[in-house]
């Protein structure tokens, strides 16, 4: 049976443009504030339900004609520390749609071209998140309204110095071969990258960002969202990560196909594909931080596309963080991935 599944969104761009914040404010977390040095040193996940996004959406949501069918989006969040390119990438590589964040008032930095070269590198759509508009001299915050809303209030000297700052990053972009525009003066999405003036840390603008990247996906990506969920799982390790009392597991992104308890996994590692029974499937609940829940793992039977689970299996120890993982069900089966996984 053929099912839409989440779309997965790489959030991306040069370190404390702010990435995690702008998933704290969707998702009511913290985890921004309780990193080592502020900064983001792994590659995370989220699972946010279409609920959530409604909740936050409201009334913008119906802007797209015709109903959103998405069950949720799947957020994975990267490092934008220069020393992260090789999780960049796996974010970049793994996403169907991106956003890419950029500080408004810092403009392109040297991460916001790596993570762009990485965007075409693997033809991903992306929209551009314009942050931190409330540190505009004499912006008026008003916590969670929709950016145009908020902009309508702002003072004539507070407008012109955004419009500024964003005609400076649309030149930018067009240096780099893309024509941008603010979203709302945008004609076309296929041909203009959409900008969307944000403030993550009061939830300004966050409505319109998640009612375009819903409506992008759903629009544009819906052939590529519907697959044979009931056919085995591949994904992606994100993380090898030792657990109290699970030892080895691995945090994977599964994008195709169901993930059953019982399936056996091949698994890329250091010097050979590893063959492993599962033991545990574990689900961070719906807004979890996969790699800093609040919560416990629920324990699950199964997972379809996408997700993000962790997984105990004996055997773990040579996992190699950004190798595939695929499920099988045969012996033909284990045979198959153990070639695609060797031939990589
Ligand atoms: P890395 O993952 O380390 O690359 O950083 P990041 O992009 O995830 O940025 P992070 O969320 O850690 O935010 C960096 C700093 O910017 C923090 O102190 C945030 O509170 C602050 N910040 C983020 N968004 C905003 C915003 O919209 N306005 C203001 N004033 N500060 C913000
Ligand atoms: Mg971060
Ligand atoms: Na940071």
């Known amino acids: 049976m053929k099912k839409i599944r989440q779309p997965i969104i790489a959030v991306l ?16 977390t913290n985890v921004a504030s309780k990193e080592a040095g502020g900064i983001t040193q792994h590659i995370g996940a989220t699972e946010v339900p279409i609920e959530v996004v409604k909740e936050i959406a409201g009334p913008l949501l119906s802007l797209w004609k015709g109903e959103i069918k998405l069950p949720g989006l799947l957020f994975i969040d990267t490092p934008g520390h220069e020393a992260f390119t090789s999780l960049r990438a796996r974010g970049g590589s793994l996403a169907d749609l991106a956003i890419l964040i950029i500080d408004v008032n810092e403009g392109f930095q040297p ?10 590198k693997y033809k991903t759509p992306f929209i551009v998140a314009a942050n931190k508009i409330d540190r505009i001299k004499g912006w008026k915050i008003n916590e969670n309204e929709p950016f145009l809303v908020n902009f309508k209030k702002q ?6 110095e955004l419009e500024t700052k964003l005609w400076e990053v649309i030149g930018k972009f067009y240096e ?30 966050i409505a319109e960002l998640l009612v375009l990247i819903a409506g ?18 591949k994904g992606t390790i994100l993380e090898v990560r030792e657990e109290i009392g699970l030892g080895t597991t691995i945090d994977v992104i599964v994008y ?9 996994i091949v698994v890329g590692g250091k010097d050979e594909a590893i063959v492993t029974k599962i033991r545990a499937l574990l689900k961070p609940k719906p807004l979890d931080e996969i790699r800093d829940p609040r919560f416990r793992f629920d324990q699950v039977d199964e997972v379809a596309a996408a997700a993000g689970i962790k997984i105990a299996a004996p055997g773990l120890d040579g996992a190699l963080a950004g190798s595939p993982v695929i499920a099988a069900r045969s012996e033909e089966d284990v045979e198959k991935a153990k070639q695609e996984i060797l031939s990589q």
Request: net charge positive.
């Open 13 to 28: 761009g040069h370190v404390d443009h702010g990435k995690t914040t702008m998933l704290d404010r969707i998702r009511k």
């Open 111 to 120: 991460q916001t071209i790596e993570s762009i070269e990485i965007l075409k």
């Open 155 to 160: 003072d004539q000297r507070a407008q012109q």
């Open 176 to 205: 780099m071969g893309f024509q941008a525009n603010r979203f709302d003066r945008v004609q076309d999405f296929t041909k203009e990258l959409a900008i969307v003036p944000i403030s993550a840390k009061y939830g300004i603008g």
């Open 216 to 233: 992008l996906a759903q629009r544009y990506l819906e052939q590529k969202l519907k697959i044979e969920v009931e056919g085995p799982a």
């Open 256 to 264: 195709d196909g169901t993930l059953r308890k019982d399936d056996t």
